[in-house]
């Protein structure tokens, strides 16, 4: 499953284009917008394309999660195809200082947007958003970021915590990284349903 995840992505992106418009003289406002197609496409292929399926192994009875790090990738894949059709700049684990976030993308030097991709069985899923992001935008020299989660678990007390935190920052008028939440459970066949 370490290479897999290449192939797969790059084949998704490609059934299912994109068009996305960013002006030369786009501001950050408008990356961010565009970053955020770039996570809404991912999350359809996910969530209606079947992409879900290869994030788990074992038999349909005994699904397991794979790694986190194969999510990250798959999403790489994906998100690299229609960032070089859109001639953006998508770059894995930069590391400013603070250690690597997950993605940076960017259109330019001051033009930067940050996507962290977390599992929802991640034990340490509300300290990523809460401390670790905060710090990764810090190093980075931005203020827009996403905060990506893929829900794997039958739980989902953690997600209603971190949109509760996400809803909590905004009502104290800062600005909060934004939470998407991806439901990645696997699910059935439509004829099944």
Known sequence: ?????????????????????????????????IVEKIIHQFKKLIEVNGLEEILYTGVRSELKPRHERFSQRLFY??????????NLDISREPDAG?????????RGYTNRVLVELKL????????????????????????????????????????????????????GGKKAPKVIVIDAEPKPSASKR
Request: charged share 30%.
């Open 98 to 106: 603070s250690g690597p976030v997950d993605f940076k993308l960017s």
């Open 1 to 33: 499953g370490e290479v897999s995840w290449c192939g797969v992505g790059k084949k998704f992106a490609d059934q299912s284009p994109l068009s996305l418009q960013l002006r030369p003289d786009a501001a950050i406002e408008d990356l961010e917008e």
């Open 120 to 171: 929802s069985s991640n034990s340490k899923l509300i300290n990523g958003y809460r401390r670790q992001l905060p710090a990764y935008q810090e190093s980075e020299n931005t203020k827009r970021s996403f905060y990506v989660v893929l829900k794997v678990t039958k739980s989902d007390k953690q997600i209603k915590e971190l949109i509760e935190l996400e809803s909590k920052i905004v009502r």
């Open 77 to 86: 894949a994906v998100a690299d195809s229609y960032c070089k059709a859109n």
